[in-house]
């Protein structure tokens, strides 16, 4: 097993009286960046600056400049609350505070979906400049300097994803003076007079110009014939230039969804003469306003996948490498609350399974698995199948009387054929459910046969993570399973799901009423009325609440829903609630 990584800080460390540490987030080009919790103002990310940034950078200024953006109260910029210091072991570590956002980075979308369809690109596109307009309009200008997907969070907290611009860790005012060895932006999305020593605000549209690129074609205007972990300034900065002497494709090469209009914009913001491109941010917004965006008929992603084809390094036997292009869903968005759980599986198995080459770097194993336990009706299987979605993984669900056999040893044939395929086909997630009855306890009076088969199935898991292969097990009885499923190399994760808490529910009854034709609902208390119910219970009772409806020809209305509360009774006991809430805390529900 890996070593865990060691940050700075570690969870319910308090800084300067005011901040409590809640978990490590991840590193960044600056620093470590972990979720805080302020003891007045709640949560809040806290970025630990890296020394030997703080000590190739002039802290006055950074500080001068934190100062300034704390004042930019906008809802498309990450709201930047204090810097200051504080002293661990007798060191000094200078920080800065911010706005916390649930959701993701734009670069961490584009890993899972490639490319977006033209109109979520522009929508983001149209966040992104709104908020660079906002730092142009200073005065002096704020010139933000990197500008890539890393730095565009996404807000998935409203019904409208809205993109924020972030870390201002580079940012400068535009008469200040600065040289590229002092920078740490991407030179990939360099304007070209950024080599040269000079940043204006045009140089963040052009950056930003190559964002919206990427976001439609799912590439680069530009392609680069050097390593991503190559890392000598000067040659980088050569290569770069030198590449860009080649006009880039139209966006509508790569995606059908462009129309001329709309390359036109985009490759505006792109020209490398400092007069053919937009100014400010504000000229780039002013020419996407209006734009007729046709329907587009076909993704993007079969073009892109071509191109790459075309461009990919052959392989020592001179043929291509593969690209695999992912499909999914809307993954975690349609899951109703559960929010902990939806940050803790990101944090910990989706990140380090979507950015596997960043976690290697600092050795920090992939997971193997995760078992998912709780009452019945509290949605693990449809976790598992949203989780496959976020991802983009092939997904493969295995229930006991797939893998039965009436001949001996048929059972651990199945067992290898079934992890063959998943190899084959990786990266897949096999999703075991009722696993207490494939996987019991070698214990007692249990047979033989089934013990080999639970042996094999073991031995097919374990690290089973590097052949690409990811395992959900969902049980609603997590005593009866063999113990030996959880043991590190395996099964990493071991998460309960609870029935839904009020804001859960709140949650759930607004998302199974969408789209439906409905009276005025107070959701609030019908949440109250609906305490101990789980996940599919308040699906029922949206369901019974609508039938009811249908037949009388009406919206519909709180009393129909409340009728259904006070005919069905919760699936689940509180004395059964009790028991699993006992196995979390001593793992067992004696």
């Not at 329907?295 to 690209?323: C, F, Q, W």
Request: some cysteine; glycine content about 6%.
């Amino acid at each position: 097993m890996a070593k865990k990584y060691v940050g700075i800080l570690t969870k319910g460390d308090q800084i300067n009286d005011t901040y409590t540490v809640q978990f490590f987030i991840g590193q960044g080009a600056f620093g470590e960046v972990y979720r805080i919790s302020h003891k007045y103002l709640g949560t809040q990310v806290l970025k630990v600056f890296k020394d030997e940034y703080v000590q190739r950078a002039d802290i006055e200024t950074v500080t001068l400049e934190a100062k300034i953006l704390s004042k930019l109260t906008h809802p498309n910029i990450v709201r930047v609350f204090e810097t200051n210091t504080f002293e661990k072991n007798g060191i000094n570590y200078f920080f800065m505070t911010m706005g916390f956002v649930s959701g993701e980075t734009l670069a961490q979308l584009l890993i899972r979906k490639i490319e977006l369809p033209v109109p979520i690109a522009l929508s983001i596109q149209k966040d992104l400049l709104t908020g660079l307009h906002v730092t142009h309009s200073q005065t002096p200008p704020i010139i933000h300097r990197d500008i890539s997907p890393d730095n565009v969070l996404l807000s998935y907290e409203g019904e409208k994803t809205v993109a924020m611009l972030s870390d201002f860790g580079l940012a400068q005012f535009s008469d200040y003076a600065s040289h590229i060895s002092t920078a740490a932006g991407k030179y990939t999305y360099f304007a070209p007079e950024c080599f040269w020593d000079t940043y204006l605000p045009a140089s963040d549209v052009f950056a930003a110009g190559i964002v919206l690129y990427r976001m439609i074609t799912g590439v680069h205007p530009w392609e680069y014939n050097f390593d991503s972990g190559y890392d000598n300034p000067e040659e980088i900065a050569t290569m770069i230039i030198s590449s860009r002497k080649k006009s880039p494709k139209k966006p509508s090469f790569y995606a059908d969804g462009c129309n001329d209009r709309l390359d036109e914009v985009i490759m505006k913001s792109l020209e490398k003469d400092l007069e053919n491109r937009y100014k400010n941010a504000s000229e780039f917004l002013e020419a996407l306003t209006g734009l007729e965006i046709p329907t587009s008929t076909k993704s993007a992603t079969t073009k892109v996948d071509e191109h790459k084809k075309a461009i990919a390094p052959l392989t020592e036997e001179g043929t291509p490498r593969n690209y695999k292009v992912r499909h999914q869903g809307k993954g975690f968005d349609e899951i109703a609350g559960m929010h902990e759980l939806k940050e803790t599986l990101y944090h910990d198995v989706i990140l380090p399974l979507t950015e596997k080459e960043l976690y290697e770097q600092y050795k920090v194993s992939v997971p193997n698995g995760m078992l998912l336990y709780g009452p019945p009706g509290c949605g693990k299987t449809f976790i598992a199948q949203k989780f496959a979605d976020e991802v983009g993984y092939n997904f493969i669900t295995i229930n006991p009387s797939d893998l039965a056999s009436i001949y001996v040893h048929g059972t651990q044939e199945k067992i290898g054929k079934l992890f063959s395929e998943a190899r084959e086909k990786a990266p897949t997630i096999i999703f075991i459910d009722e696993v207490d009855a494939i996987l019991p306890k070698r214990e007692g009076d249990l047979q033989h046969s089934y013990a080999s088969e639970v042996n094999e199935f073991l031995a097919q898991m374990t690290e089973c993570g590097k052949a690409g292969i990811f395992i959900i097990a969902a049980t609603n009885r997590p005593d009866k399973i063999d113990s030996a499923i959880t043991r590190t190399g395996r099964l990493d994760k071991v998460v309960y799901l609870s029935p839904p808490d009020k804001t859960a529910r709140i949650e759930m009854l607004q998302l199974y009423f969408r789209d439906r034709p409905i009276d005025s609902l107070d959701f609030e208390k019908l949440a109250e009325l609906t305490e101990s119910y789980v996940s599919s219970d308040i699906s029922f009772l949206v369901n019974e609440s609508a039938r009811d409806a249908l037949k009388e020809r009406v919206k519909i209305s709180q009393s129909h829903i409340e009728n259904a509360i006070q005919r069905h009774k919760p699936s689940v006991s509180l004395k059964q609630i009790k028991l699993y809430e006992r196995f979390k805390n001593n793992r067992s529900f004696d």
